[in-house]
């Protein structure tokens, strides 16, 4: 048996799963060229693409039933919803049959608006009913560790979401829940 994930994973959006500031760095109309995966293009064909391992990630947690959110500060929260909408997750890696998806439909709870992550993370807490200590945060801003107050545990991403970084967020939320972590007793007799 595998040890247990948190109930919910979030994300911040600009620097830890695209290399841009969606509200500084482009501008509008988005597009994407047919069915081009993990691209997007804006006005000046600036690309706007999730870091390399991130769609994998995405069909990880997908898979393990994780709730996964979308918690950034953008002052441009519908640019970042249209990145979302255009942006097409390739299938999952060794999946003959899959099919693109947009990038919109991994992420179940979406808090994207300027202001404080202690507010995105209480109105998390507050749609989906769990406690804090069942939600992990993957942000790039230090300052965002402040979410820490309420009970959630935070990683640092540097140089964007992958991963390591993931794997480094698991061991850090396992061992502050080390009574919650389900063991393979067998395998250690």
């Known amino acids: 048996m595998t040890s247990r994930l948190p109930k919910l994973i979030a994300f911040d959006l600009d620097y830890t799963l695209w290399d841009l500031?969606?509200?500084?760095?482009?501008?509008?109309p988005l597009r994407r060229e047919g069915n081009t995966l993990n691209q997007v293009l804006d006005r000046y064909n600036e690309k706007i693409e999730f870091y390399h391992e991130v769609p994998q990630i995405l069909h990880r947690l997908r898979s393990a039933g994780v709730i996964i959110a979308a918690c950034s500060r953008t002052s441009a929260p519908g640019l970042a919803r249209r990145a979302l909408q255009l942006l097409l997750v390739p299938p999952r890696a060794g999946d003959k049959h899959g099919k693109p998806t947009p990038a919109i439909e991994f992420f179940d709870q979406m808090e994207i608006y300027p202001g404080s992550k202690i507010t995105h993370f209480k109105k998390l807490h507050q749609k989906t009913g769990l406690p804090y200590s069942e939600m992990l945060f993957f942000d790039d801003e230090h300052r965002n560790k402040e979410v820490e107050s309420l009970g959630v545990t935070f990683c640092l991403v540097r140089n964007?979401?992958?991963?390591?970084?993931?794997?480094?967020?698991?061991?850090?939320?396992?061992?502050?829940?080390?009574?919650?972590?389900?063991?393979d007793a067998a395998g250690s007799a």
Request: net charge negative; no cysteine.
């Open 21 to 28: 500031w969606i509200d500084t760095h482009v501008t509008p």
């Open 160 to 183: 964007g979401t992958n991963e390591r970084t993931l794997e480094a967020g698991l061991a850090e939320w396992r061992k502050r829940h080390p009574e919650e972590v389900v063991e």
